[in-house]
């Protein structure tokens, strides 16, 4: 098997900074909005356009609206789904 294909691989590059970034800053045991506001700080300084806590459409009929909400879509092409644990396996 060949090497995966990066889609957007520039942006994918630079949201992947990003999220290191606020890592190493913030550390472990942060809850998500912590998170999201330190991301968004860091999109904000490179620039990338975004919007946060975007509702997307419902999936069936009869779904409760707004039910549907991602963390950040950046540059309309890729999404962000921000999670927080005190730790995985």
Avoid at 31 to 60: G, P, T, W
Avoid at 66 to 76: A, L, W, Y
Wanted: glycine fraction near 6%; aromatic fraction near 8%; hydrophobic fraction near 35%.
């Amino acid at each position: 098997m060949g090497r995966a294909q990066i889609l957007h691989e520039e942006l994918s590059y630079k949201i992947r900074g990003i999220l290191y970034k606020v890592h190493n800053q913030l550390g472990r045991f942060r809850n998500e909005k912590q998170y999201c506001d330190a991301i968004e700080q860091l999109l904000k300084e490179i620039r990338l356009d975004y919007k946060r806590e975007m509702v997307l459409q419902q999936s069936f009929v009869g779904e409760r609206v707004g039910r549907n909400r991602i963390d950040f879509i950046v540059e309309n092409e890729i999404i962000i789904e921000v999670k927080s644990a005190p730790s995985f396996s």
